[in-house]
């Protein structure tokens, strides 16, 4: 199947700092991608929506000045968490969709900790 | 999109049928039913999907009822790395294309 990988795995940074989240198809092109976060024993929460060339779109109540994203190709996507806050810390997992049937394709994850 | 209901838990013993059920009673006939699952800590997995036909992969079997109100997911011979959390999740086309909505899932627990 279609893999997608994120980078890195974990991060732990201090409470003010800036932090990027890498989302890579490996082995195809992805016009779509999507970006979670999922606190501890909570489920999955879509923050955005991310295309390739344009902007992206970001669901509601998340915070677009802080939850930077950027699709400048069909492989990649990135994540920054701005200004990060200790209420910051969670599980991000991005996905990548492929075909023509809403089959979503996720990365393994990034767990971040801000002290 | 429909709203799902899954138990929130189920056991299973190793090597039989687990059978995860779903009620998706509000569904729409646009709208598609997809499984995913999710390993402690890691990205969620793609399973399976369908819209009215029953349907089979290498993973798992998707049996749909006939008004589509509920379905069931069907892993054949669970294995103790089939412990996940499953989620089913109903999705339709158009604007909310590719917008999946995870509710709180089933705890699937596969013991020897």
């Known amino acids: 199947g279609a893999v997608v990988s994120q980078h890195p795995s974990w991060v732990i940074c201090k409470s003010g700092t800036s932090v990027k989240i890498e989302c890579r198809s490996l082995?195809?092109?992805?016009?779509?991608m999507f970006w979670y976060r999922q606190f501890p024993k909570q489920s999955l929460m879509l923050m955005a929506t991310?295309?390739?060339?344009?902007?992206?779109?970001?669901e509601q109540g998340v915070e677009k000045d802080k939850f930077l994203i950027n699709h400048a190709s069909l492989t990649l996507s990135t994540l920054t968490v701005t200004s990060a806050h200790p209420e910051d810390s969670s599980f991000y997992i991005c996905?990548?969709?492929?075909?023509?049937?809403?089959?979503?394709?996720f990365g393994p994850g990034t767990r971040l900790t801000v002290l | 999109d429909a709203k799902t209901t899954q138990p929130p838990s189920m056991d299973c013993a190793e090597g039989r049928a687990a059978n995860l059920p779903c009620n998706h009673s509000?569904?729409?006939?646009?709208?598609?039913v997809y499984w995913y699952r999710q390993i402690h800590s890691q990205g969620p997995q793609y399973i399976i999907h369908?819209?009215?036909n029953n349907e089979t992969n290498e993973m798992a079997s998707l049996i749909i009822t006939e008004d589509r109100k509920s379905s069931t997911l069907i892993l054949p011979h669970a294995t103790l790395r089939d412990t996940a959390v499953y989620y089913c999740i109903v999705v339709a086309g158009g604007t909310s294309y590719g917008k999946l909505t995870f509710g709180q899932g089933t705890i699937l627990t596969v013991h020897p």
């Open positions: 082995d195809f092109q992805a016009t779509t």
């Open positions: 996905s990548a969709m492929i075909g023509a049937y809403n089959e979503q394709f």
């Open positions: 991310s295309n390739e060339g344009s902007k992206a779109t970001y």
């Open positions: 509000t569904i729409s006939g646009n709208e598609y």
């Open positions: 369908g819209l009215k």
